[in-house]
């Protein structure tokens, strides 16, 4: 016999398998309103109290409207939440922005390879207008960094992938912080903000062009760049450093 701990948690799983298989199967979408508390309960086998707190349980995840006295309707999925729970996650693994950094890569890589294909007018004029904010604002980390990231997520929505527009904006908070860290780390490196504008405006004239290969090839090469010049910034706060030390000394 089951404890009541372990009948609430089998109960609980009842209900969220219910909800899950009936958006697969599109049984229910957004605005449907969900069966009644108690035909729903006797369908599923589980005890109203239980139903009732998996219900409220799905509400505060964005899944679901419940109307005090007309019941529960499904919600359009809030993608803010699963950016928290991709936080709340990931943020607890060491190097955590590196390997965003890669996932951040696939994504864009594939993105773009649709954008060359799908990209509309307005999506080619606003990814244009987004890199000439970029530009003008490569001296400040912050801004700078803001203008990047709106810029790669305005390539990731010309592809018009949802499930790459939502993995992507799922991680996006980690994605600003990488931006602001890789910033902070280059402004260092001599005529970086000139090596910054061409390496985007070449991966904009790739999506022009409408050549996938070569949207492909100039945004992993931008990538590259920006680990290099990395790279660099350490060698030269290094230097730095040791520069300063020496002068201590003396």
């Known amino acids: 016999?089951?404890?009541?701990?372990?009948?609430?948690?089998l109960g609980t799983e009842k209900v969220f398998a219910y909800f899950r298989e009936q958006l697969l199967s599109s049984a229910l979408n957004a605005g449907d309103r969900l069966l009644g508390e108690r035909e729903l309960a006797l369908r599923l086998g589980v005890s109203r109290p239980v139903l009732r707190e998996t219900l409220r349980s799905l509400a505060m995840l964005g899944f679901l409207d419940i109307r005090h006295g007309k019941g529960a309707y499904v919600r359009h999925a809030?993608?803010?939440?699963?950016?928290?729970?991709?936080?709340?996650?990931?943020?607890?693994?060491?190097?955590?922005?590196?390997?965003?950094?890669?996932?951040?890569?696939?994504?864009?890589?594939?993105?773009?390879?649709?954008?060359?294909?799908?990209?509309?007018?307005?999506d080619i004029e606003r990814i244009g207008g987004l890199l000439q904010t970029l530009r003008e604002t490569l001296h400040d980390p912050v801004a700078g960094a803001e203008?990047?990231?709106?810029?790669?997520?305005?390539?990731?929505?010309?592809?018009?992938?949802?499930?790459?527009?939502?993995?992507?904006?799922?991680?996006?908070?980690?994605?600003?912080?990488?931006?602001v860290q890789r910033r902070r780390q280059t402004t260092?490196?001599?005529?970086?903000?000139?090596?910054?504008?061409?390496?985007?405006?070449?991966v904009f004239l790739?999506?022009?062009?409408?050549?996938?290969?070569?949207a492909d090839?100039?945004?992993?090469?931008?990538?590259?760049?920006?680990?290099?010049?990395?790279?660099?910034?350490?060698i030269a706060a290094f230097t730095e450093d040791a520069a300063f030390s020496r002068d201590k000394t003396i």
Request: aromatic content about 6%; some cysteine; hydrophobic content about 45%.
């Open 188 to 202: 260092v490196v001599p005529d970086i903000r000139d090596s910054l504008f061409e390496a985007h405006r070449e």
């Open 78 to 122: 809030d993608v803010s939440v699963l950016t928290d729970f991709f936080t709340f996650c990931l943020a607890q693994q060491p190097d955590i922005l590196d390997d965003v950094m890669e996932a951040r890569v696939a994504i864009e890589c594939q993105a773009i390879r649709l954008a060359c294909d799908r990209a509309s007018a307005s």
């Open 147 to 179: 203008a990047d990231f709106a810029f790669h997520m305005a390539l990731v929505e010309a592809g018009r992938s949802p499930a790459l527009i939502m993995l992507y904006q799922s991680i996006s908070e980690l994605l600003r912080r990488s931006h």
């Open 206 to 214: 790739s999506i022009v062009e409408r050549d996938g290969d070569a």
């Open 1 to 9: 016999m089951l404890s009541e701990g372990a009948e609430e948690l």
């Open 217 to 234: 090839r100039r945004l992993r090469d931008h990538f590259a760049i920006g680990d290099e010049l990395r790279r660099k910034s350490y």
